[in-house]
């Protein structure tokens, strides 16, 4: 891993024009900037943009983040820019910014927990951290990107609704279930109150549906990870092994597409490339693949 150079300067913004790196801070006066690139691939870009409708600033509200520009030379515009906070995002990147922006973030290393987004800026990010002695725990480098635009091509479950506080620990525990198959280790490792709190964020702001039993076992779970005005990512994805294999994950989707399509046109995920049978749900929901994700795991 590399040494960390400075625990100050790195996350403060360069002056416009200093030095000739091609990659800064960005600062309040890029937002419009920022904004311009996010709109021009609303699926892929729907985290950053989720933020930006919160936060309303190239300067993330949270703590520890910086979001990063690629400038054209001489002052020119803005061409690509990569959050970096708990997770690296990057953003309109293509190869040739990839290993600029994986240089800066292996120079200015902090711990994160996973790289996402589409694959070939992920994996040239992870190609220069690799480069820099930054190693991966998992590098997933096909990840289906689909979407799905107008209604399910089945009928809803009608047992899926808004997961409510009162069912908060059922619900806790099926999205660490699905966290701990996802990523082999307890989301609880990283801080059980942070997660806690995103999980009741998730709730609070009916952006988490789940079907229990009667006693409160959960069926199934899924979440609204991101929600713009135009598109939604479902994340958390997750069946009870007890119901797995009886064909209910198709009527459970549809049913979050409904819920989703009441916040936004469209609906978007992305799945690993081995996982089959989620694949097949997805298909016969309607999803269609539009472009394909990467994720690396620190």
């Not at 983040?65 to 061409?79: H, N, Q, R, S, Y």
């Not at 820099?132 to 979407?147: F, K, T």
């Not at 091509?153 to 660490?176: I, K, Y």
């Amino acid at each position: 891993m590399p040494t960390i150079r400075s625990r100050v300067v790195p996350w403060l913004a360069s002056p416009r024009g200093a030095g000739r790196d091609p990659v800064r801070v960005l600062v309040h006066e890029d937002t419009a900037a920022l904004r311009a690139l996010v709109a021009r691939d609303p699926v892929a870009n729907v985290f950053i943009d989720s933020l930006l409708s919160t936060g309303g600033s190239a300067v993330p509200a949270q703590r520890g983040a910086v979001i990063l520009g690629f400038f054209e030379p001489d002052g020119g515009a803005l061409a690509a820019a990569c959050w970096v906070g708990s997770n690296v995002v990057p953003i309109g990147v293509e190869a040739g910014h990839a290993v600029h922006f994986g240089r800066w973030i292996a120079t200015h290393w902090q711990p994160h927990a996973s790289i996402f987004g589409p694959s070939v800026a992920v994996l040239g990010i992870m190609e220069a951290l690799s480069a820099a002695g930054v190693n991966a725990q998992a590098v997933r480098a096909d990840q289906p990107l689909l979407v799905l635009e107008g209604a399910p091509r089945l009928e809803p479950n009608p047992a899926l609704a808004h997961s409510t506080s009162g069912r908060f620990d059922e619900v806790l525990a099926a999205a660490a279930a699905m966290f701990e198959e996802e990523v082999g280790y307890s989301p609880f490792l990283g801080g059980e109150e942070n997660y806690r709190r995103r999980v009741a964020w998730l709730i609070d702001h009916g952006h988490s549906f789940s079907h229990c039993e009667p006693g409160g076992e959960v069926v199934f779970k899924a979440d609204l990870g991101a929600v713009t005005a135009s598109v939604t990512q479902v994340q958390g994805v997750w069946m009870n092994p007890r119901y797995r294999g009886l064909g209910l994950g198709a009527g459970y989707m549809a049913a979050v597409v409904q819920y989703a399509q009441r916040l936004a046109p469209v609906t978007s995920l992305y799945v690993n490339d081995f996982n089959h049978r989620a694949r097949a749900v997805y298909e016969k929901v309607g999803f269609e693949q539009v472009g394909t994700f990467a994720t690396v795991l620190f």
